[in-house]
C-alpha cells in the first residue's frame, strides 16, 4: 500500500516537472512514507526525520513532507516532535504537497510527456480496515474501509496499460472485503472479471486477503480467468486457536486448514503465501509449536515472519503484557525461518528442468529478472532488451528464494 501510495506521489510530481534525484541533500522535496506496523520500523522513520534537520537548517526552502501510517488525525504532537516538517499527510492524501510543489514548479504541467510506466503497477481498490486485529495499528490509522468504484479503478488500469503496465497488483489491507461499502455491492471476483476484460493486460494479481473473507466465489474466478494468477496471499498469524482468538482474527486453525485445502481443489498448481507473527502476549511453547506443525503440514511456497511487537493504541498493548523475551522472540523466528527454507527448498526444487512464464520486470547485475505466474522470482541472462516481455524460461537451478534459468523464447 505505501508503495502504491509512493508511486502516486512521484508520478503527480513528475507531472509537475519534478524528477527524482540521488541524495536528499539535492532535493527541493523529501518525501518520507512512513510505516508503523512494527516499532522498528517507526524507529526507522524517527531515525531518518532526525536525519534531515541539519539539511533543513541549511536550507529552509527544502520541503520535507510525511505521510503514511505514522501520521493519524492528530497531527499536532507530530508537529510538536518536528517543527521543520512543513507537510504532514494523511496516507493517500496528495492535494497539500501537489499545491506547494505546483507553486514552485520547475516547468509547466503541460509541457510534461506522458510518463512511462512499469511492466508490474500497483492499484490500490480498498483502504482501510474494518477487522481490528488486536495487535494491529492500519485500522486506527488508515480508517474505516472504503472501496473505489469499479468504473474508477477500471479506468486507471487502462490509463497504466496504455502507458506500458502489463501486470497489476490489485491492493487492500483487506482487499477480499472489496466492495461491500459501494452501492452495488460488487464483489472483488466481479472486479477481476471486468480488468480480465482489458487488451493489452496479461497479468493480475490481489493482495493481502483475510481468511475469514475469503469465499468460494473468489477462488473459482482464480480459477476460472485467465489473467488472474494462480496465487493468494492468505495471513495465516499463528497456529494456535488460543492465540488467534486473542489476536481478534475471527477463524480457528482447522477454518483456516478447510479453506487452504479448499483453494488447492479449486485451484490446481497454485501458490500460497501466508504472514506468521511469534511471541505474541502468552505464546506458549506448546501454542508456538501449533504454528510449527502448520507450517509444516500447509507447506506455503512463501513465509512472511515476523516477532510481535506493541504497538501503542492498539488493544494488544492495553490488554496484554509484552512478556515473551526478545531472546525467545528470535528463537521462534530463527525456527520458522529454517522450517520454511527447507519447505521452499524442496517445492522449488519441482520446477528444476520445466519451462516457465516469465514477465520480466527488470535488470540486476546484469540479469534480467521476473516471476511467474505463481510469484516465482526467475532470472535469466540474455542480450536483447526483455524488459515488458513475457518470455519462456527453462529452469536450470533452484534455491529457496529463486530460480535461475536459460531464456527459451519471447511470448
Known amino acids: 500500500m505505501n508503495k502504491a501510495d509512493s508511486d502516486e506521489l512521484a508520478t503527480g510530481l513528475q507531472r509537475l516537472g519534478y524528477r527524482f534525484v540521488s541524495s536528499v541533500e539535492d532535493a527541493d522535496i523529501v518525501i518520507i512514507n512512513s510505516c508503523v506496523v512494527r516499532q522498528s520500523a517507526e524507529n526507522s522513520v524517527i531515525s531518518k526525520l532526525n536525519s534531515l534537520l541539519p539539511l533543513k537548517d541549511r536550507n529552509p526552502d527544502k520541503v520535507v513532507a510525511l505521510t503514511g501510517c505514522m501520521v493519524d488525525q492528530d497531527t499536532a504532537e507530530l508537529k510538536r516532535r518536528f517543527p521543520y516538517v512543513d507537510l504532514f499527510l494523511k496516507p493517500g492524501e496528495s492535494a497539500a504537497l501537489m499545491e506547494l510543489a505546483g507553486v514552485r514548479s520547475p516547468e509547466p504541467a503541460q509541457n510534461i510527456a506522458p510518463l512511462p510506466t512499469p511492466p508490474s503497477s500497483f492499484v490500490t481498490i480498498i483502504e482501510g480496515c474494518d477487522n481490528f486485529c488486536s495487535y494491529c495499528i492500519v485500522p486506527y490509522r488508515r480508517g474505516k474501509e472504503k472501496s473505489r468504484p469499479v468504473t474508477e479503478v477500471f479506468t486507471q488500469v487502462e490509463s497504466?496499460?496504455?502507458?506500458?503496465?502489463?501486470?497489476?497488483?490489485?491492493?487492500?489491507?483487506?482487499?477480499?472485503?472489496?466492495?461491500?461499502?459501494?452501492?452495488?455491492?460488487?464483489?472483488?471476483?466481479?472486479?477481476?472479471?471486468?480488468?480480465?476484460?482489458?487488451?493489452?493486460?496479461?497479468?493480475?494479481?490481489?493482495?493481502?486477503?483475510?481468511?475469514?473473507?475469503?469465499?468460494?466465489?473468489?477462488?473459482?474466478?482464480?480459477?476460472?480467468?485467465?489473467?488472474?494468477?494462480?496465487?493468494?496471499?492468505?495471513?495465516?498469524?499463528?497456529?494456535?486457536?488460543?492465540?488467534?482468538?486473542?489476536?481478534?482474527?475471527?477463524?480457528?486453525?482447522?477454518?483456516?486448514?478447510?479453506?487452504?485445502?479448499?483453494?488447492?481443489?479449486?485451484?490446481?498448481?497454485?501458490?500460497?503465501?501466508?504472514?506468521?507473527?511469534?511471541?505474541?502476549?502468552?505464546?506458549?511453547?506448546?501454542?508456538?509449536?501449533?504454528?510449527?506443525?502448520?507450517?509444516?503440514?500447509?507447506?506455503?511456497?512463501?513465509?512472511?515472519?515476523?516477532?510481535?511487537?506493541?504497538?501503542?493504541?492498539?488493544?494488544?498493548?492495553?490488554?496484554f503484557e509484552d512478556d515473551i523475551p526478545l531472546f525467545e522472540k528470535r528463537r521462534r523466528l530463527h525456527q520458522v525461518e529454517e522450517l520454511q527454507k527447507a519447505v521452499a527448498s524442496e517445492i522449488n526444487a519441482r520446477l528444476l528442468g520445466q519451462t516457465v512464464e516469465i514477465l520480466v520486470e527488470g535488470e540486476k547485475k546484469k540479469r534480467w529478472w521476473g516471476r511467474t505466474r505463481t510469484g516465482k522470482l526467475v532470472f535469466f541472462d540474455n542480450d536483447a532488451d526483455r524488459l515488458g516481455q513475457l518470455v519462456e524460461v527453462e529452469i536450470e537451478k533452484t534455491s529457496p528464494w529463486s530460480l535461475q534459468g536459460v531464456f527459451k523464447q519471447a511470448l
Open 160 to 319: 497504466l496499460v496504455e502507458r506500458g503496465t502489463r501486470e497489476v497488483t490489485l491492493l487492500g489491507q483487506n482487499v477480499d472485503s472489496y466492495g461491500h461499502d459501494l452501492p452495488d455491492r460488487p464483489s472483488l471476483a466481479d472486479l477481476l472479471m471486468e480488468l480480465n476484460s482489458i487488451a493489452g493486460l496479461v497479468r493480475i494479481r490481489f493482495l493481502t486477503s483475510h481468511p475469514k473473507d475469503m469465499n468460494e466465489e473468489l477462488i473459482q474466478a482464480v480459477a476460472s480467468l485467465d489473467k488472474v494468477c494462480e496465487y493468494f496471499s492468505l495471513p495465516v498469524q499463528a497456529g494456535d486457536d488460543g492465540v488467534l482468538q486473542a489476536m481478534g482474527r475471527g477463524y480457528t486453525v482447522q477454518q483456516y486448514r478447510d479453506l487452504v485445502e479448499k483453494i488447492h481443489t479449486i485451484v490446481p498448481g497454485v501458490a500460497i503465501s501466508t504472514d506468521v507473527i511469534v511471541g505474541f502476549p502468552g505464546e506458549t511453547e506448546k501454542q508456538f509449536q501449533g504454528t510449527l506443525d502448520l507450517l509444516s503440514a500447509t507447506r506455503f511456497d512463501t513465509v512472511h515472519v515476523a516477532a510481535y511487537s506493541p504497538r501503542p493504541g492498539t488493544l494488544a498493548s492495553r490488554e
